[in-house]
Nanobody, 116 residues
């Protein structure tokens, strides 16, 4: 069964860093387009970072360019989102996404709160 499990969220001060992890099972992340989204209650889910397939250039939404990095560890079958220089507007629930045969699979989400 396809499963995604995010972890690594928490409360950090502005300017701090977090690394989110997305542990996958039931498929190999090396051959699947993986993405990170975030969502604030009452607002639409926003695409933050995407890695179409292994070996392809990642894409980022403008607001996180230069601060966030999406990466894969194929041996661990895990996708990461390194977040540096965090800002209050980054506060959201972050979700891992995998697109398999045109179907989107989601993790349960992990909360990131950036506050003084």
């Amino acid at each position: 069964q396809v499963q995604l499990a995010e972890s690594g969220g928490g409360l950090v001060q502005p300017g701090g860093s977090l690394r989110l992890s997305c542990a996958a099972s039931g498929f190999a992340v090396s051959v699947v387009a993986m993405s990170w989204y975030r969502q604030v209650p009452g607002k639409e889910r926003e695409l933050v970072a995407s890695s179409p397939t292994w070996g392809r250039m990642p894409n980022y939404t403008d607001s996180v360019k230069g601060r966030f990095t999406i990466s894969r560890d194929n041996a661990k079958n895990t996708v990461y989102l390194q977040m540096n220089n965090l800002k209050p507007e980054d506060t959201a629930a972050y979700y891992c996404n995998g697109n398999i045969r045109g179907i989107n699979y989601w993790g349960q989400g992990t909360q990131v709160t950036v506050s003084s």
